[in-house]
């Protein structure tokens, strides 16, 4: 027995129920990509502005978006029928270590090469200045985009991780980190989190006004991460769409139904999840914004997704992790992406515990005052993204009942682990609704 074990050994875990929770769902399929994005793209009515030969540069950005090489491709395919000659860069400032070769193989990962959209891939670090905010900030802008006769970007429309305001993770963002690449996201971010969406506004709009935006595509993904809504919209509408697109978003995030639980345990956390690991939407542990509903006292993360590529930026928000998580981070996947955007708290490592029995048991024993009198009040989601079905412990049963968007599903049953005291790989159905 380790020492962990003997000094955790009188922590209990409750029974628990999986619940189901109704929240809407995309109903766009995959198959249908194509027909959809040339639709979207023929309502813009932006084709027509292109003469034969122009050059468009389409900006890629960084994030795991559902069916992102099919649409991308779609891009691809009409810009050539209309006789334009596009080709790609990355669009996703410090991210995959902050490297010209990271951020192309970070695109190849996601489906996007040269081989399978048949153009080229141009991906440098470079950037050219192309004007001053109203507050004084260089704007940068990619180099390579910057020599094109056209600019179209193709990027997700969502609440922001780490701010809020009329524009957050969208056109944007994507304008004024995206193709601003590490040097251009580190200014936006240089007064901090409180100046986010300022900068990120008046950096977007001398983008706007410098360059020929031809237009964007932009993605809205539901709860669990699948195509919900696809919209093409002209340069010139960027600020308007971007606003009315993310209150659209916003009302897809369903959050965790509870007021105030003791402790929320994630079997996975990962840039593939959400720029923040988890979403702090969901969880309400915001950082410096402040925490929100609901209101966990612990938060353990228990493995870090293969989709992350070891980048555990964010992790800092929960409290204890596992040695698995902790064998798979890499800090120069992580730091670049951090220093970029000055948060010492996306650097910060919680409590390594070597096992998923003893991540749990730590973090509720070192809840003040032990457990309450009704039970410990636990949710155990597979991600942040598992929003249709989780598990509640038995304290949680009665307000379930009387939430008219959970549905509760069969008898109570306890939390199983193997030998070496990590979860059981039965146990795995219950957050996919396979038990």
Request: aromatic letters at 8%; a negative charge.
């Amino acid at each position: 027995m380790s020492i962990y074990d003997s000094l955790l050994a009188d922590v209990q875990l409750p029974r628990f129920h999986k619940v189901h929770m109704d929240v809407p769902k995309g109903r766009i399929r995959s198959e249908d990509i194509d027909g959809i994005v040339r639709e979207r793209m023929t309502e813009c009515a932006v084709l027509a502005r292109l003469k034969p030969g122009e050059t468009v540069a389409v900006g890629v950005g960084s994030r795991d978006i559902r069916n992102y090489d099919r649409i991308v491709r779609s891009i691809v395919d009409v810009l050539k029928e209309a006789g334009a000659k596009p080709f790609i860069f990355p669009a996703m400032g410090s991210h995959a270590g902050a490297t010209a070769e990271g951020q192309k193989g970070l695109l190849r990962d996601r489906g996007i090469s040269e081989e399978t959209m048949g153009i080229q891939v141009r991906s440098s670090m470079e950037t050219v200045v192309i004007g001053n905010t109203p507050h004084g900030l260089p704007v940068h802008f990619d180099r390579n985009a910057d020599g094109a006769d056209w600019v179209v970007t193709v990027g997700r429309i969502k609440p922001h991780t780490d701010f809020h305001g009329a524009h957050e993770s969208g056109f944007y963002k994507m304008l004024a980190v995206g193709c601003g690449k590490q040097v251009g996201a580190a200014v936006c971010h240089s007064g901090g989190y409180g100046l986010m969406e300022r900068n990120v506004t008046e950096i977007a709009e001398v983008v706007l006004q410098k360059k020929r935006l031809l237009f964007g595509i932009a993605v809205i993904e539901d709860a669990f991460g699948d195509t919900y809504q696809l919209e093409a919209v002209p340069g010139e509408r960027f600020g308007e769409e971007d606003t009315r697109l993310l209150a659209e978003a916003k009302r897809l995030v369903p959050r965790i139904p509870f007021h105030k639980i003791d402790m929320l345990v994630l079997n996975e956390f990962g840039k593939d999840i959400s720029g923040a690991g988890m979403d702090p939407n969901v969880t309400g542990r915001l950082g410096a914004s402040g925490n929100e509903e609901p209101y966990a006292d612990r938060i353990v993360a228990l493995d870090l997704t293969e989709g992350s590529h070891h980048n555990f930026a964010g992790i800092g928000n929960a409290d204890v992790i596992t040695q698995r998580f902790f064998d798979k981070v890499d800090f120069l996947e992580t730091y670049p992406n951090c220093i970029t955007s000055r948060d010492l708290a996306g650097m910060k490592l919680p409590a390594v515990m070597p096992n998923d029995r003893n991540a749990v048991r730590i973090a509720l024993h070192t809840i003040p005052g032990g457990a309450p009198a009704g039970g410990w009040r636990i949710v155990w989601m597979k991600n942040t993204l598992g929003m249709g079905t989780f598990l509640i412990s038995e304290a949680l049963i009665r307000e379930a009942y009387g939430n008219s968007l959970l549905r509760i599903d069969g008898e109570t049953f306890e939390i199983t682990f193997d030998d070496r005291g990590n979860l059981c790989r039965e146990m795995l159905g219950y957050f996919d609704g396979a038990v």
